[in-house]
């Protein structure tokens, strides 16, 4: 995996707000396949962070290239466009509409067969039986099935997932994960999670940030050794 380019590849990112240095020379390589966790203690700046990737915050200083493209400057829809996916940290479904309308909806540039994408996203995650139900009426963790769904529309080289466990019970976390290493067989999976369990399950890589910072990168088993990380976040 080394030796191929990596489909996204981030180098001296920064973004301060005020005094705040959120993310402050983050560099950062994701495979064009495989789950890549994000971790950190709160406020470390990873949400920050993959606003930069996905475009819904602009870099101060930095590079990011995708898919051997330097996007740093195209807006969040354009780098949809090219194949990033982004669901966020809490639920953004329109709690009016069908679940399929949902998923038509996040699919913006309606080429192709958008009906058709949209059935076989919630057939991926198992919300094909739901298609007609209003979102609204969803549970909770079917509402996050559904945002990724919408994800999955999008056919995306690149699934962001922004804290998608929180607030799942724990029959639905392994449902979660399951479907997750299923995306990232063909698909690069950037999650940020803060279910240890659910990280060191999943991961095949893992950067830890710390005061917008790279505090350590690597397999879930060097991280999970790594003094600086124990010492700083694993709190072992
Ligand atoms: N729009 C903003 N204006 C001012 N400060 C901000 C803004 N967004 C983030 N910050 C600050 O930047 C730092 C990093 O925040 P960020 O949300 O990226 O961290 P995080 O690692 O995602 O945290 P959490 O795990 O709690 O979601 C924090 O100190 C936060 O208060």
Redesign the pocket.
Known sequence: MAALTPLLKARGLKRH??G?K??DGVGLDLGPTGVHALI??????????V?LLSGRITADAGIIEFAGRDITRLPAHARVRLGIAYTF?VTSIYPRLSVEDNVTLAVRHPSGDVTTAARAALARVGLDIHARQIAGDLSYGHQRLLELAMGLALTPRLLILD?PTQGLAAGEIAGFSALVRDVARDASVLL?E?NMDVVMDLADRITV?DF?RVLASGTPDAIRKDRAVQAAYLGA
């Open positions: 707000f005020g705040v959120a993310v950190g203690p709160n406020g470390a700046g990873k949400s920050t962070l606003g940290q804290e940020i803060h940030l917008g």
